[in-house]
């Protein structure tokens, strides 16, 4: 079969195209022909190497799996034939966190397209467990799996947003701050969200967001001071960290929520612990999302209630282009990967 694989970390160059051995089914497995996946800035990090977990070499990267079944092993739901996205995410099946569906806090998680083959060929193989089920549009449940659980995650399980809540979402433009928009606009929430550039502002606007702050000709925080009448943010979703957690600080309402799930800007940042205990506020890590909460938040996307934003569409051979467009920013919400 046909796939994009690296046999060592490094730039884009690293990455490769070409024939490698089909999946084999083992128990407890599917073998899923992939339709449509997408590029997210975590298979960047994978290629790169990420700090302090191995990636068994050579791999196949790609986490997002929109495909048909072809095999199954160990799952009465789902058939030969059917359509299925799988969540990214799984766990031993054992451990308490496990037992009560939150796999994705399992002590010994595991992610596709990171500790095992991703989706960026024309066949994987994934824990049957991890599937669900889906009927619609392919290219929009194609991009949508990790994105839209990570926040809905964010924003529901852990934020427990509400209505008339602030929502602030730094870099909105990228995949998940797009559908973050989009799940605080189900629940009635104000999104504030900042970029750089005005031409992707009008286009967050246009996909949902109350406030946009141009970071590079406004200040933030006296943006947001601004919109929410000095009382601040209710729900803070940051994967920047450096040097927006001050920002977060100073942003969030009283016992507001900060919620961190990735370290685009650096993973080490000194806080002002004194203002964060006055304030009450908490701060949360999460990675990832259960299966439960890809369901919940996927059928608003089969029902067209959410619209994932693709700004480009990459057959299987031009994902290493599309890594050097993402490392260049040079996109708003989703890189969709059509395969055939």
């Known amino acids: 079969m046909k796939a ?17 051995e089909e999946p084999k089914l083992n128990k407890g497995d599917a073998i899923i022909e992939i339709k449509y996946s997408s590029i997210n800035r975590l298979d960047l990090l994978i290629r790169r190497g ?30 030969p034939g059917d359509y299925v996205v799988a969540n990214t995410v799984y766990g031993c099946g054992n451990c308490d966190f496990c037992l009560s569906g939150k796999e994705n806090m399992c002590y010994t998680w595991k992610m596709i397209g990171f500790h095992i083959n991703g989706s960026h060929a024309e066949f994987v193989k994934v824990p049957s467990k991890t599937l669900l089920k889906v009927k619609g549009d392919g290219e929009k449940l194609g991009v949508s799996p990790l994105s839209l659980s990570v926040a809905w995650n964010a924003i529901v399980t852990v934020g427990k947003v509400k209505r008339d809540d602030f929502v602030l979402i730094y870099g909105g433009s990228g995949g998940v701050g797009t559908f973050a928009i989009q799940v605080a606009k189900l629940f009635k929430a104000k999104s504030i969200v900042t970029t750089r550039s005005d031409e992707k502002a009008k286009i967050l606007r246009s996909i949902g967001a109350d406030y946009v702050i141009n970071s590079s000709d406004e200040d933030i925080l006296n943006k947001i001071m601004e919109i929410t009448d000095k009382k601040g943010v209710d729900i803070i ?19 507001g929520k900060i919620i961190v799930f990735g370290f685009l800007g650096g993973n080490m940042f000194p806080i002002n612990w004194q203002k964060f205990y006055l304030k009450n506020l908490r701060i949360y890590g999460i990675h990832n999302a259960s299966k439960l909460e890809l369901k ?39 890189l969709l990967v059509k395969i055939d």
Do not use: C, W
């Open 50 to 79: 990420y700090p302090g977990i191995n990636i068994p070499l050579p791999h196949i990267p790609g986490v997002d799996i929109y495909g048909k079944v072809i095999d199954i092993d160990d799952n009465d739901e789902i058939n």
């Open 296 to 334: 919940n938040a996927i059928k608003y996307v089969e029902n067209n209630e959410i619209e994932p934003y693709i700004s480009k569409t990459l057959r299987l051979e031009e994902v290493i282009d599309g890594h050097r467009i993402m490392e260049n920013n040079e996109i708003i919400g989703k």
């Open 4 to 20: 994009v694989y690296f046999n060592s970390h490094g730039n884009p160059e690293v990455l490769k195209y070409g024939d490698v």
């Open 237 to 255: 979703i940051d994967y920047i960290v450096n040097p927006t957690m001050q920002v977060s600080l100073d942003a969030a309402k009283i016992h």
